[in-house]
């Protein structure tokens, strides 16, 4: 089964500091897609950045960037400079063979002032 | 504005009725996608389409129906057969490919009195 886990349920850090947010997820397939979303209180899922496995070059997009290890299926979101608005629920996705996303449950995090 | 709306935003609902979820998008995506989200959870899928007239259950479709009838328009009714219908409920749509992010709206919250 294709599955996503999300080890870190909750974190929190001051603003301005870097956080990781862990992934690992399970696929037999050799090219696919991982996406990460962020979900604020507004409850609006946003796409945060995109990576696609069949490049090794790991995705960035401004503060957010990701450690895509292929062989260990790891799909880490790494913030840099977090800012209050980053406070967030996160969901780690992959699309199958059916172009359907799984989901992970979701790392809730806080950004304390 | 390309997008995607839902309506109504609070829906009530009592015991033993059905009711329709609406799903309009206008970014010309070929497919649609009902997910249902309780509290402090991810995802899950009810239903998707990837062309009109044609979708496919989900993992959790008991209870609920769908219809496409027109590439734009993807309405949910929740039927007195769901059990446990208070949930928040988001729709999506994409391309029909991996590559493709999919496009959330701003949600229903859907509340069984």
């Known amino acids: 089964a294709q599955t996503v886990t999300q080890s870190q349920p909750e974190m929190s850090v001051q603003e301005a500091e870097t956080v990781t947010l862990s992934c690992t997820y399970d696929t037999s397939e050799s090219n696919y897609y991982l996406f990460w979303y962020k979900q604020p209180p507004s409850r609006q899922m946003i796409l945060v950045i995109r990576q696609e496995a069949y490049k090794q070059q790991n995705a960035t997009e401004n503060r957010f960037s990701v450690n895509f290890q292929k062989a260990a299926k790891s799909f880490s979101l790494k913030i840099s400079d977090s800012q209050l608005g980053d406070t967030a629920m996160y969901f780690c996705?992959?699309?199958?063979?059916?172009?359907?996303?799984?989901w992970g449950a979701g790392t809730k995090l806080i950004i304390k002032p | 504005d390309g997008g995607i709306t839902q309506s109504p935003k609070y829906l009530f609902r009592k015991e033993g009725q059905n009711v329709t979820l609406s799903c309009e998008q206008n970014l010309n995506h070929d497919a649609m996608y009902w997910y249902r989200q309780d509290p402090g959870q991810g995802l899950r899928l009810i239903y998707y389409?990837?062309?009109?007239?044609?979708?496919q259950k989900g993992d959790i479709a008991e209870g609920y129906s769908v219809s496409r009838e027109k590439k734009e328009s993807f309405p949910l009714t929740v039927t007195s057969a769901q059990k446990n219908p208070t949930a928040f409920y988001l729709c999506?749509?994409?391309?029909?490919?991996?590559?493709?992010?999919?496009?959330f709206g701003p949600g229903t919250r859907l509340t069984v009195l």
């Open positions: 999506a749509s994409s391309i029909s490919s991996p590559r493709g992010e999919q496009f």
């Open positions: 996705a992959f699309t199958d063979s059916n172009y359907q996303l799984i």
């Open positions: 389409s990837q062309i009109v007239n044609d979708f």
